[in-house]
């Protein structure tokens, strides 16, 4: 089950217009908490097809993702725990940026 769930993975957390390449990472990982179809990603990513597999293979190669076979054969991503760790790590620099300090 997914925590604390992002509003709209194709807009910046940070309020800035164009998201950076941990924002669209942070998108993924937290899309793929339960699992997610290649599709899914793409669509909630707001990635095309050539920008969702160059981070699919990324996140795979570096372990914050895993896939496996559906029953009818699709592949599906799920995040692993250090992806949790990543969305966690996240949060909390996303947390200290938005911080406002007292004048």
Partial sequence: ???NQIDSVGS???????RGWF???????TE???GALKTHLMNKCNLNSRQVENYLH?????KLLES???????????TTELGRRYIEIYRQMSDFL???PEK
């Fill in 1 to 3: 089950m997914k925590s």
């Fill in 32 to 34: 793929s908490w339960d």
């Fill in 58 to 62: 990324f996140l795979l190669q570096h």
């Fill in 23 to 29: 924002e669209i990472i942070y998108g993924i990982v």
């Fill in 68 to 78: 496996q076979r559906s029953y009818s054969n699709r592949m599906i991503y799920k």
């Fill in 12 to 18: 910046s957390s940070l309020g800035w217009v164009n």
């Fill in 98 to 100: 938005l911080f406002q």
